[in-house]
């Protein structure tokens, strides 16, 4: 009984790289969320050129973003997550 109380209060796990906050990051928490876990776009693994046009399917798919709320997304992805821009990675 004690023990099913302390897992049920238990936080889930951070993101494994905390991202960085704008605008961008704030549509992501509220409209790519739905039908997996923010948690699936900041462990992704893509590109600077993959980033839009994984926006754009994610889109199609039937995420709610306007026009100009994709480019701040795009623009966010590209800057903040692209594998290609990340400065200060190792390992490559
Ligand atoms: C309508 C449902 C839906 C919404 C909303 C949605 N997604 Fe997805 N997303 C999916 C599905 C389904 C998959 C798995 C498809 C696959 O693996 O091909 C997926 C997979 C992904 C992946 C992994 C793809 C890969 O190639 O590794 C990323 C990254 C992603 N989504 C980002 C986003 C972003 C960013 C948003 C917000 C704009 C978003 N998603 C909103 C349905 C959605």
């Given at each position: 009984m004690l023990g099913a109380v302390a897992l049920a209060a238990q936080?889930?796990?951070a993101p494994?790289?905390?991202p960085a906050a704008g605008p961008g990051l704030d549509l992501i928490n509220e409209r790519c969320g739905f039908c997996h876990t923010t948690n699936q776009v900041f462990t992704a693994h893509k590109t600077a050129a993959e980033?839009?046009?994984l926006v754009q399917?994610?889109?199609d798919r039937g995420a709610e973003l306007s026009p100009?709320?994709?480019k701040v997304m795009s623009d966010y992805?590209?800057?903040n997550l692209a594998?290609?821009?990340?400065a200060g990675?190792?390992?490559h």
């Open positions: 936080q889930p796990a494994a790289a905390a980033w839009p046009a399917s994610m889109i100009e709320e994709q992805l590209v800057a594998t290609d821009k990340k990675a190792t390992g």
